[in-house]
């Protein structure tokens, strides 16, 4: 588990391998919004590793999130679980998912997480859209 520079002024990594399983997070933010990337297995394995290492970056909280999933292999039933905690927490500043591969996207349907999320086809759509939707979810 680190951090290291990812290529710019406003960006962190981190990483969490457990076993063969890893999952990978690099948070970009911009003026309006945070973008979290995530790579890996969003899974039982990783998702408390991931939820203790969010829980210590406070400024989450404090403008919209963009969670891109594009590069997310897999989902279990407790990194479902995890996403829908996480739009919770973010229930005033917003949650947006983008990027769903199409596994992911039937795993979320299966779920109903479809109708509970909002979810874009793309990051660069939900960074552009988030600010204005987050207003009114407060």
């Avoid at 086809?121 to 987050?134: M, Y």
Wanted: with cysteine; aromatic share 8%; hydrophobic share 40%.
């Amino acid at each position: 588990k680190g951090e290291g520079d990812c290529g710019g002024e406003n960006c962190r990594r981190w990483s969490q391998e457990v076993d063969e399983m890893a999952l990978s997070v690099k948070i970009k933010t911009t003026q309006t919004t945070h973008v979290v990337s995530l790579k890996g297995e969003l899974a039982f394995d990783t998702v408390g590793a991931l939820k203790n290492y969010l829980d210590g970056l406070p400024e989450l909280n404090r403008m919209p999130v963009v969670l891109d999933i594009s590069e997310v292999e897999f989902v279990d039933s407790k990194g479902a679980g995890f996403i829908v905690q996480l739009n919770e927490r973010l229930s005033r500043e917003g949650l947006f998912i983008s990027e769903l591969q199409p596994q992911i996207k039937e795993i979320f349907r299966r779920l109903f997480l479809l109708e509970r999320l909002k979810v874009f086809k793309k990051t660069e759509d939900a960074v552009n859209e988030a600010p204005g939707l987050s207003r009114s979810f407060g």
